[in-house]
């Protein structure tokens, strides 16, 4: 097998989701209804952070979807963002909303996140939303989980009875991707172990995944030694390593791509793997925050 035909292509995949979720837009349109509203509010200058914003806007504008930014310098006040969450909660113009993260430091984060009305938490960070996925319920899933969980469906990666290895433990990918494999419901239905920083001899339980999902936030960790034959690796993570090119910089994941490739069956490359999916499962959970709300 070619390294081509290895390569789960999430720009492929989410290209795809687009066009679904635009013919509903259009559809909603049609009947008279108003295009989903997907806000943000971006705290800061963080480069990350303004592109994933502005790459959100461009992909609402391709879908049809409403979007609006609210920009506020990293010097505001915790009362200042936390009257931006309460004019967003109660806006009936807005569907549903994100507050890119990270905050600065000397804000609240948990509080931050806690004032956001669970029927707007399309990033699905409340604990509202935590709580229904743990038992299963209808929810708005956190945006990269949901993305990795689509990857693998659709690129006919089969889950069930198989070993998972999810390295990284964060609320915002490691553990909620670990719930949603371990769920008994279709592409699920997996044994999932969880390792992370701590973990010792972690290459000892690397080596046992049929699917290993990278989520550690450390860039090239991930080596072809630690990687079994044939495995399925999702690779979560996205680094800006300085470099003398024009952009002054190249982006890398937690995974060794170039030593790992030749030993797996299918994987995600960096970029262009579960970095588009995240932001197509944020215009998902807008568009079923608009049906619900409608």
């Known amino acids: 097998m070619n390294i081509q035909d290895k390569i789960i292509d999430g720009k492929k995949i ?23 509203h997907l806000a943000a509010l971006l705290v800061g200058d963080d480069g990350a952070s303004k592109t994933y914003v502005a790459n959100k806007e461009k992909s609402c504008q391709l879908v049809g979807m409403t979007s609006s930014v609210y920009r506020l310098p990293d010097t505001a006040s915790e009362k200042e963002i936390l009257d931006i969450i309460h004019f967003l909660n109660d ?7 994100i507050v890119q993260l990270p905050l600065p430091k000397h804000v609240d984060e948990k509080k931050v996140i806690r004032a956001i009305n669970p029927d707007k938490d399309v990033d699905g960070f409340t604990p509202h939303s935590i709580g229904l996925m743990q038992l299963g319920e209808p929810c708005f899933l956190p945006a990269t989980p949901l993305g990795v969980m689509e990857l693998l469906k659709r690129s006919g990666v089969d889950t069930e009875g198989k070993h998972v290895v999810v390295v990284g433990r964060s609320n915002i990918v490691g553990t909620p991707v670990s719930v949603l494999l371990s769920r008994k419901m279709k592409n699920a239905n997996a044994t999932v172990t969880i390792c992370h920083s701590k973990t010792p001899n972690i290459a000892d339980f690397t080596r046992q995944a049929d699917i290993l999902v990278v989520a550690i936030g450390s860039p090239l960790f991930i080596k072809a030694d630690m990687v079994k034959d044939g495995a399925v ?10 470099d003398n090119s024009e952009k002054g910089y190249h982006l890398v ?39 619900n709300r409608r």
């Open 91 to 97: 806006d009936p113009d807005v569907d549903g909303y």
């Open 14 to 36: 989410a290209e795809d989701m687009k066009k679904e979720i635009a013919a509903e837009v259009a559809d909603m349109v049609d009947h008279g209804k108003p295009a989903p």
């Open 233 to 242: 690796v999702i690779d979560v993570g996205v680094h800006r390593i300085p």
């Open 253 to 291: 994941g937690d995974v060794d791509f170039d030593s790992v490739v030749g030993k797996v069956s299918r994987i995600t490359p960096v970029p262009g793997g579960c970095g588009p999916m995240t932001i197509v499962s944020l215009l998902h959970n807008t568009l079923l925050a608009a049906k």
